[in-house]
């Protein structure tokens, strides 16, 4: 057996002459599994050194990731999440990852301490590798982040189309100078999203002006607040301004009455999620209308699934977006 590698369940399943699903029901305590096949896979488990962390503990809790506790996206979805828990008799877990990367070693720990049956993540997994480790010893369902081209669980929208429909929208109206204020690119959202933007502008031959487009640090409403005024003071300033999140959006029309500019006369403004925000501010602003809550619930239901049968196959669910006109366009 090779010893500078991770052992993996493919191994287990290798040493003991059956299919991986087999292991599968035998780590988890299924019953179906015969006694002899049992005692054969415990044996090539400890003969290939397999170390799983706890997979199926009866303990009805779910862990829930979430990089942080400041963007009201996240609530909605954590909705979601919490009904279709609540129907099926589990309670959820909220633990917020930071800047931390979600990492094999660093899920594991979480598992291990809150006793967890299995993980709904919102942060994003980077590495292929340790979501097929995390995956081979307990249940997980991407939410809205997740990993493209492969065959594991997710939930989520197709940003780069929806960010796509609003500059497509914003230059039939005649708006040419659209900035975008966008989010960390580490997360996938935030990368797809200005994809989108490029792409529309590209295909209507518009010019994307790099100093319109600026990627954000972190998720801030200060600092959205910040580079909209500095965007809004130049001598060639946008006519229009796409947000990526409501939070931003938001930020951008408190910089403009700052400035002295009209909304919608003298400028555009358009955000993504349909928070509460959306309908508070004012004007009340325009926005990409995610379904959140449905993403959560169909999360946990997707989730459910997998701890009460290992074997299940992996889904891929996209759900649609709705772009929603309100007074700041």
Do not use: W
């Not at 488990?45 to 503990?57: D, I, S």
């Not at 497509?168 to 933007?197: C, Q, T, V």
């Not at 809550?293 to 996209?318: N, V």
């Not at 649609?320 to 366009?329: H, K």
């Amino acid at each position: 057996m090779v010893k500078n590698r991770k052992i993996t369940i493919h191994d287990v399943a290798h040493e003991a002459k059956v299919s991986i699903a087999t292991v599968s029901r035998a780590l988890n305590n299924t019953d179906n599994v015969k006694e002899s096949t049992h005692k054969k896979i415990m044996q090539a488990v400890r003969k290939v050194g397999y170390e799983n962390f706890p997979l199926k503990t009866d303990s009805n809790l779910i862990l829930i990731l979430i990089p942080d506790i400041v963007n009201p996206f996240y609530s909605e979805v954590v909705k979601g999440i919490a009904s279709s828990a609540s129907r099926h008799n589990y309670q959820e877990i909220i633990v917020r990852t930071g800047s931390h990367p979600l990492t094999h070693s660093f899920v594991e720990n979480i598992v291990t301490d809150t006793n967890s049956e299995g993980v709904i993540t919102l942060d994003p997994v980077y590495s292929l590798a340790d979501l097929e480790n995390i995956s081979e010893k307990i249940p997980i369902v991407q939410c809205a982040e997740h990993l493209e081209d492969n065959n594991y669980s997710y939930v989520s929208i197709d940003d780069g189309a929806a960010s796509k429909a609003v500059v497509d929208y914003m230059i039939s109206k005649g708006m040419k100078k659209i900035a975008l204020i966008n989010g960390p690119l580490k997360y996938m959202y935030s990368r797809k999203r200005r994809e989108g933007f490029l792409k529309a502008m590209r295909e209507a031959n518009v010019e994307a002006i790099p100093n319109l487009i600026v990627q954000l640090p972190a998720f801030s409403y200060d600092a959205a607040f910040s580079i909209a005024t500095q965007l809004l003071s130049m001598d060639e300033r946008p006519d229009a301004i796409f947000a990526a999140s409501d939070v931003f959006a938001v930020a951008a029309i408190k910089a403009a009455k700052r400035l002295g500019l009209k909304i919608p006369e003298d400028l555009g403004i358009i955000g993504f999620d349909n928070t509460d925000l959306s309908i508070m501010c004012e004007p009340p602003l325009s926005t990409i209308k995610q379904p959140q809550f449905q993403m959560g619930f169909l999360a946990c239901e997707m989730l459910l699934e997998q701890i009460h049968d290992r074997t299940i196959a992996p889904k891929q669910i996209m759900l649609d977006i709705e772009l929603i006109i309100r007074e700041s366009m």
